[in-house]
């Protein structure tokens, strides 16, 4: 994915709206989405940046935005309804409309999942919805205040504590969003629609999306997330949610890029190539084998594969399991199966008894291997010092001479 870019529009009660324009990195954009942001959330709230990023790794083009009031968007909070966030979210279709391309696809999370629903037919261009830990009833929110319920009525508003943060709410909202109800606008979406919850969420019950389901027409789709919490915090669930709704998207997009070709690499030999997805992901051809490989998000990668170290630890581990099944299988001894765990480090020259160089810093490659099987002790001290016999071992610890041109 590459740099966001900054966007701003116009928003319901006249303040500038923040966005952000995610997009692909070296490759043309298939398509443009559209993301709304939990309440009182902001658009760089985890699970928005990482679904953005997900699809974005698709050649999806996401615009995320912060509502009225929130994050880098001005205005005020407490003069918001659901009704205007709705408004907000059609002045960014329109936005993305007159600079880019209208949204073919529309997600929203908790709020802002019903927020798209009830803004989807205002968006004729849009086709997929995808709705994340949504309410079916706009009106389901106001439990989260509900111990200030009674100065609001009284007052018209109240501080209320919402995620340890001070907001002020008015009257207005809860009787906005109580008169909101979304049955009929789900039912006559005429899209495509993608329902993700989680069975136990504590915010937003599983019954809401049983109601969505319901009154959706076909083509819709529901994943389950498990044991997620509401806010898909930990970052496996949000990279899970990115990569289905990625797989998903792209059936109801029209125009998508096709794949490029597989690499080919003659046997004996392997190709890698930069994919342009990410700042260092690669697709590797070794023979008819397909790889990537990448760098974890804290050194810039998108983490899409594992990095060139991994493979290196990789190559190192099958060698050595490979070679200790050959091994007894000659003997005939009843080695059931090897388990080789490995870890590279680097040292201080000096803080190694046994190393040729002193000084800089040593290469450490940490091999743990389990053996299971009935073999005596010999045995096992035997098919220790064969591992490090192994090709790939002796290659490591050989005089390496490596030939660099340019093609």
Request: hydrophobic share 40%; net charge negative; proline share 4%.
């Amino acid at each position: 994915m590459s740099g966001g870019q900054k966007h701003e529009f116009m928003g319901s009660h006249g303040g500038r709206l923040a966005a952000r324009l995610d997009l692909p990195s070296g490759g043309a954009v298939k398509a443009y989405a559209l993301f709304a942001h939990c309440f009182t959330c902001t658009k760089d709230i985890f699970a928005a940046a990482r679904i953005a990023n997900g699809l974005a790794e698709q050649g999806i083009g996401v615009l995320r935005f912060d509502f009225t009031g929130l994050g880098h968007s001005e205005g005020e909070f407490a003069n918001t309804t659901f009704s205007s966030n709705v408004e907000d979210l059609v002045r960014a279709a329109d936005h993305m409309r007159d600079h880019l391309e209208a949204p073919k696809i529309l997600i929203g999370h908790s709020l802002g999942g019903a927020a798209v629903l009830a803004a989807a037919g205002q968006v004729p261009e849009s086709v997929a919805v995808a709705t994340i830990g949504a309410p079916a009833d706009p009106g389901h929110v106001t439990h989260l205040f509900q111990d200030s319920r009674a100065e609001i009525e009284a007052n018209d508003e109240a501080e209320v504590l919402l995620a340890g943060r001070s907001f002020r709410i008015r009257k207005s909202f809860i009787e906005d969003i109580e008169n909101r109800k979304l049955e009929s606008a789900i039912g006559g979406l005429k899209k495509a629609l993608i329902v993700f919850h989680a069975p136990r969420d504590e915010t937003v019950g599983i019954e809401n999306a049983g109601q969505i389901f319901s009154a959706a027409k076909h083509p819709k789709s529901f994943v389950s997330l498990d044991d997620a919490n509401h806010l898909l915090t930990r970052r496996s669930d949000a990279i899970y949610v990115s990569r289905v709704l990625a797989a998903w998207a792209t059936r109801f997009v029209d125009g998508a890029a096709q794949e490029p070709p597989p690499l080919v690499a003659r046997p004996g030999s392997v190709v890698v190539q930069e994919t342009r997805e990410g700042r260092f992901t690669q697709r590797i051809a070794a023979g008819p084998h397909q790889l990537r490989a990448d760098e974890p998000e804290s050194y810039g990668g998108l983490d899409s594969g594992p990095s060139p170290y991994d493979l290196l630890l990789s190559g190192l581990g099958a060698c050595t399991a490979m070679t200790l099944r050959m091994y007894a299988d000659r003997k005939n001894w009843p080695l059931e199966q090897v388990t080789v765990t490995l870890k590279h480090d680097k040292i201080h020259a000096q803080d190694c008894e046994d190393c040729e160089t002193k000084a800089g810093k040593v290469d450490v490659i940490d091999r743990h291997i389990v053996i299971k099987g009935d073999l005596d002790d010999a045995q096992r001290l035997k098919l220790l010092e064969i591992a490090d016999k192994c090709p790939v071992h002796r290659t490591l610890e050989s005089e390496i001479k490596v030939t660099t041109r340019l093609a």
